[in-house]
Nanobody, 125 residues
Framework: QVQLVESGGGLVQAGGSLRLSCTGS????????MGWFRQAPGKERLFVAA???????IYANSVKGRSTISRDNAKNTVYLQINSLKPEDTAVYYC???????????????????WGQGTQVTVSS
């Protein structure tokens, strides 16, 4: 498994932007498919976006068109840029990793075996 550490969360006004980072340990990071999830208080953890080991991407409808997931394997880091932030984007954001086939059938939180500790994003109205 890969160890993951998120950063970049914070307090931002509605309409603003934020870039989250997730850095992984080890020499096998580039072989993992990476995902971002978020969990609001009292709610379930939901898929946000994923990027395959080769750069393919999938987005949840809630962020499609205003977010970009990317990775830099030389830095063992995956990024999530979210623009036009809304109060409903407020949540703890987690990155996760798996090596299953990269498709929409493998985007449940139970498909991911490695998780970071999360970073809080709060969007004020």
């Amino acid at each position: 498994q890969v160890q993951l550490v998120e950063s970049g969360g914070g307090l931002v006004q509605a309409g603003g932007s934020l870039r989250l980072s997730c850095t992984g340990s080890g020499r096998t990071f580039s072989s993992y498919n990476m995902g971002w999830f978020r969990q609001a208080p009292g709610k379930e953890r939901l898929f946000v976006a994923a990027v395959s080991w080769s750069g393919g991407t999938i987005y949840a409808n809630s962020v499609k068109g205003r977010s970009t997931i990317s990775r830099d394997n030389a830095k063992n880091t995956v990024y999530l840029q979210i623009n036009s932030l809304k109060p409903e984007d407020t949540a703890v954001y987690y990155c996760a990793a798996h090596r299953k086939p990269f498709n929409s059938a493998n985007l449940d939180s139970t498909d991911f075996g490695s998780w970071g500790q999360g970073t809080q994003v709060t969007v004020s109205s």
